[in-house]
């Protein structure tokens, strides 16, 4: 099996517990429904994007230059990469 191909989309800059999102500084642009890879000192999980926020509004996408909420599966860091992974 291939490797899955990545690209680095921007980086975490905070991280809430309660309800678990990460706030994500994008350099390139991201959909609902894409696999992120987020990779960190200690964090290494893969998911599907299920929830985004722009200014507390729920979007559909984002573009390069934004700072979006998106609802995390697991515990991430502030400075931890935030990949998208092509199938």
Request: aromatic share 6%.
């Amino acid at each position: 099996m291939a490797e899955p191909q990545m690209e680095a989309i921007g980086k975490i800059s905070a991280f809430f517990a309660h309800p678990s999102a990460a706030i994500v500084d994008l350099t390139a642009p991201l959909r609902l429904g894409e696999r992120i890879y987020v990779k960190g000192h200690t964090t290494d999980f893969q998911q599907v994007v299920e929830s985004m926020q722009l200014d507390h509004q729920p979007v559909q996408e984002a573009a390069a230059g934004h700072s979006i909420a998106v609802k995390m599966q697991e515990r991430c860091r502030k400075g931890d990469v935030v990949y998208k992974l092509a199938a």
